[in-house]
């Protein structure tokens, strides 16, 4: 609709051209449209305007424009054009394939636990890459979130997003508790948009409603009833669907605790924890079968009153500094002592300084080597290594969560560290720099390989040279 | 039009021509200082001199408390600016002196105010630092103005405010990242300062305007505060004025 009230069907704005409406929501219309310059159908967005449209509807959309073109990733639809607000509003978005989970949600219900694991491990993989862009969601439901057919999540509706780098313009209207009700976290209820970990707690009501078709706080809609979420304990999802391991109630319960401090550090020790189920550290969480008692809740309520988590900060913190997810790359039987002693000095600094990080140690089997253990099958080879792994860190002294040892049989080891990176967020790696030995080009083109094409730092590390 | 805006540069001459090196790279198209071109700092006459070259290019440049002082009273300000107004009277020679005491306390550019403190009563120079005053000097600009821009409280902060059920909201901007200032509200603009920052970071502050486009970019340029603190030190001048440049306080 223009500003006259009439459709914008047929219409050519700023070199688009506009197609059918395809949807008409609340506080937007939705049209299909396409430009000589892309070669696949749009969408277009327009906002419902006019005096008697709610204000939040308005800065929704202002928000939208800010933050969603600053997104360049898979896990958010590219932008092609923003209209400006006092002339022709709109925003021009790309068409995502792929079903919504709401959808996916209606129509299977229960999602069994493979699905489960998968997909959602994949929306944390989204929000800890929007988080590193400095983006909270601060909406994210089912009905937000498309399963693209390649297997990763695309976040949609940026209008109540906050930008650390952009105005936070429902900050400026006083607005507390934006969000959909059932879904944001407490701190949300009482206005704070700054910490990441908001989209965390509505993870954990999205896998809750995955795994057991209900929702953790019930279609609570009143302030008041929003409010109990600050104290209240949610239904442990295994009382609902008793086959649901522990660990995954562990999950599910520690995204929803409602002090931001008791949840994970970040959406991508999430991911990271799906992948590797067997370092989630049990606590009485996964035991609950039942909901908690008038007493603990009471205590509950009483602890949350003043907690400082929760207050209002214009500034977005970001706990990912604290926690980075480190990724360390040896061979522990071919490189020499020295190298090997090098890099344990290298990750414990790095672990020291940031105690809440996890490391995956990562050894790569490359064809030559692999030949050199001529008899051995392949999973006595990776056995083997996996204990050489667990050697070199024994002095690290790491808790056993916080550790993980991967081996891979391959023939390009760059390739293999590389998207095991990309795949698992990995902000920092360490690997050791070339040595003299026979194999000095193959080692030389891994790193320079792993150091050119990391999208996150690299530090390379090399023992002393005695001349 | 892509203006340089540059406030409190405080006879700080290393900040000052740090930010101007880096805003020429920019390609900026003109510059605006927006007052306290002396005060603290032990550089009075070189940062004036500069200045007046700006402003015969065609540069806008406006009063500030500082410079006030120097040419009219200086018991409005705290004690230990009193004694640093005072010596740099007897620094600046007759010139000098009527070009401060000639610079206007307002100037207008397109849908842009500058001031020195808040377009509420600009010679009372009000430290726009909260929600109330930062919305009476909004109120107070022309309809037309969309952005006011000030110095004044040496730290860069961007109100926003959209006059509906609203309060103006304090924006802490970084370095290097472009801000659109839509239509839809209107933006108080606190540059931060040259000569003399006081949120914690030592880097000069100043920003870039870019009418055409709607656009604010805020900066912090790193320079060698050291230099400077010697040169107040050598003329006797407080060492706390030689001591914060370090701190950024």
Request: with cysteine; charged share 20%; net charge negative.
């Amino acid at each position: 609709m223009n500003r006259r009230g009439q459709s914008l069907s047929g219409q050519f704005i700023d070199g688009f051209e506009i197609g059918p409406c395809l949807a008409q929501g609340g506080a937007a219309f939705l049209y299909e449209c396409i430009h000589p310059d892309h070669d696949k159908s749009l969408l277009m967005k327009v906002p419902r305007l006019g005096i008697n449209q709610p204000v939040a509807g308005l800065i929704g959309f202002e928000t939208e424009c800010l933050v969603q073109p600053r997104l360049d990733m898979i896990h958010a639809p590219k932008v092609y054009g923003v209209g400006a607000l006092d002339e022709q509003p709109y925003i021009v978005m790309e068409a995502v394939p792929g079903r919504t989970l709401e959808n996916l949600i209606a129509t299977r219900g229960a999602m069994p636990l493979e699905d489960l694991i998968e997909i959602g491990a994949a929306i944390a993989r989204a929000l800890h890459a929007i988080h590193r862009a400095q983006v909270i969601h601060l909406d994210v439901k089912p009905a937000n979130m498309i399963l693209h057919p390649d297997g990763h999540i695309v976040l949609l509706d940026f209008g109540f997003a906050h930008h650390a780098q952009c105005p936070d313009l429902f900050y400026e209207a006083q607005m507390k508790g934006v969000g959909s009700p059932v879904y944001i976290a407490p701190e949300q209820i009482l206005g704070a948009r700054h910490d990441p970990r908001s989209d965390q707690f509505a993870l954990g009501v999205t896998l809750f409603e995955m795994a057991t078709g209900k929702l953790p706080f019930g279609e609570m809609e009143a302030d008041s009833e929003m409010k109990q979420r600050l104290w209240r304990v949610p239904t442990p999802p295994r009382s609902l669907r008793p086959e649901l391991p522990p660990w995954f109630q562990e999950v599910v319960l520690r995204c929803l605790e409602a002090n931001p401090d008791d949840r994970f550090p970040s959406c991508g020790q999430v991911a990271w924890l799906f992948e590797n189920p067997n370092k989630i550290e049990l606590t009485p969480r996964r035991q609950r079968t039942e909901a908690a008692g008038f007493w603990e809740q009471a205590r509950r309520w009483w602890r949350m009153r003043k907690n400082p988590a929760l207050q209002r900060v214009t500034t977005a913190i970001n706990p990912l500094d604290r926690a980075p997810i480190v990724l360390v790359a040896l061979d522990p039987e071919s490189d020499d002592e020295a190298l090997l002693e090098a890099l344990r000095n290298a990750t414990r600094r790095t672990m020291t300084t940031s105690p809440e990080s996890r490391l995956s140690c990562l050894s790569i089997i490359t064809s030559s080597n692999a030949q050199e253990k001529v008899g051995d099958n392949e999973s006595e080879r990776q056995h083997d290594t996996i204990v050489a792994l667990q050697h070199w860190a024994s002095t690290l002294r790491l808790p056993e969560n916080q550790l993980s040892m991967h081996v891979f049989e391959e023939s390009d080891a760059a390739q293999r560290i590389l998207s095991f990176a990309e795949h698992n967020h990995v902000d920092l790696i360490i690997l050791g720099a070339s040595h003299a030995n026979n194999r000095i080009e193959r080692v030389r083109s891994t790193m320079t390989r792993v150091v050119s094409r990391a999208h996150c730092s690299v530090i390379v590390v090399r023992p002393h040279v005695v001349e | 039009m892509r203006l340089a805006l540059l406030s409190d540069i405080h006879s700080n001459l290393e900040a000052f021509q740090a930010c101007l090196r880096h805003a020429r790279k920019q390609g900026v198209d003109q510059f605006a200082i927006l007052g306290d071109l002396v005060g603290y700092g032990a550089d009075p006459v070189a940062v004036v001199e500069a200045v007046m070259e700006l402003q015969a290019a065609g540069a806008t440049v406006l009063m500030g408390n500082h410079d006030q002082a120097v040419v009219a009273d200086e018991r409005s300000l705290s004690p230990g600016a009193r004694e640093v107004a005072v010596w740099t009277r007897q620094q600046l020679s007759a010139v000098q002196l009527a070009f401060l005491r000639a610079l206007p306390m307002t100037a207008r550019q397109g849908w842009a105010l500058w001031v020195h403190g808040s377009a509420h009563e600009p010679d009372k120079f009000h430290y726009v630092q909260e929600a109330d005053v930062a919305r009476q000097s909004i109120d107070a600009a022309p309809r037309d103005v969309r952005l006011i821009a000030a110095g004044h409280v040496h730290e860069p902060r961007l109100w926003h405010f959209s006059g509906r059920n609203s309060q103006p909201a304090p924006f802490r901007p970084s370095s290097g990242v472009a801000i659109d200032l839509t239509p839809t509200r209107r933006w108080m603009a606190t540059i931060g300062s040259v000569g003399q920052p006081r949120d914690g970071n030592p880097a000069g502050s100043y920003a870039i305007v870019d009418l055409a486009q709607s656009r604010i970019t805020f900066f912090r340029i790193p320079y060698d505060h050291a230099i400077t603190a010697q040169k107040i030190r050598a003329a006797g001048l407080p060492d706390w004025n030689a001591q914060r440049l370090a701190l950024g306080k």
